[in-house]
């Protein structure tokens, strides 16, 4: 039976198509839609190149294997070309933090490997600017986490610190603001104090591995986490 055109449909292109969905906000829906693509688009090659005697078909899954894998390859290695602060942006960090549980973990279907380059940057754009909130608390913990490894650290930058709560207090005491220039040189030596005691102190090796640890945390989270609506009904409140 063949079916006759519906003169009332509308067909659309996949960009323009993809673009409406960007432009109005749809990120979910693209980031679904983006992961049904390429399955699709997996299962019809293989249907299509599925050979007939034995050789073949061992040859075809060891083919099959070895692109999959470099493709698997290929994604995690555009996260580290990508910019994940691009779209960030200070009024990000203004808003709630999000919930910890429904929210930023969420569930075990939350998560899938990105299926190209272009759905993992999308991922790591966007959840940036969600999570902002919570990645900044994560590096505040692995750093605090560091100085507890590092008591000498932890050392150094509690004195920093109260070399600066002493030279605050000295200049309200005494009334520096009325002799900016030596406010001012006072300034540069407890700048240039605070620099010696925390390289002696190994301050700047805490931060590394904060940074480090954190900014992995968010790369791999950000690029596996699905992409979910602002606005979340409860679980299990509406199918």
């Keep these: 039976m063949v079916f006759s055109s519906n003169p009332l449909s509308l067909s659309v292109p996949e960009p323009a198509f993809e673009s409406w969905l960007r432009d109005r906000g749809y990120l979910e829906i693209l980031d679904q839609r983006t992961s049904e693509l390429n399955r699709l688009t997996s299962t019809s090659t293989s249907d299509r190149g599925h050979p007939d005697t034995s050789t073949n078909t061992a040859t075809a899954i060891t083919n099959g294997f070895f692109l999959s894998a470099f493709s698997y390859l290929g994604t995690l290695f555009s996260l580290f070309t990508l910019n994940p602060f691009a779209k960030l942006t200070t009024d990000d960090f203004s808003g709630d933090t999000p919930s910890w549980t429904l929210g930023f973990i ?134």
């Design 106 to 239: 969420g569930f075990c279907d939350s998560y899938s490997f990105p299926s190209s380059p272009s759905q993992a940057r999308l991922r790591v754009h966007e959840n940036v600017k969600r999570y902002a909130r919570n990645y900044a608390s994560l590096f505040i913990l692995f750093f605090a986490c560091s100085l507890y490894q590092l008591p000498l650290a932890l050392v150094g930058l509690i004195s920093s610190l109260a070399l600066w709560d002493v030279f605050r207090f000295s200049a309200d005491r005494w009334g520096l603001d009325r002799y900016p220039v030596i406010r001012q040189t006072l300034v540069r030596i407890a700048q240039c104090a605070t620099a010696v005691i925390m390289f002696c102190s190994n301050v700047q090796m805490a931060l590394f591995y904060a940074l480090g640890v954190s900014y992995a945390v968010m790369i791999l989270h950000a690029s596996f986490r699905k992409l979910t609506p602002v606005k979340q009904p409860a679980r299990g409140r509406w199918k």
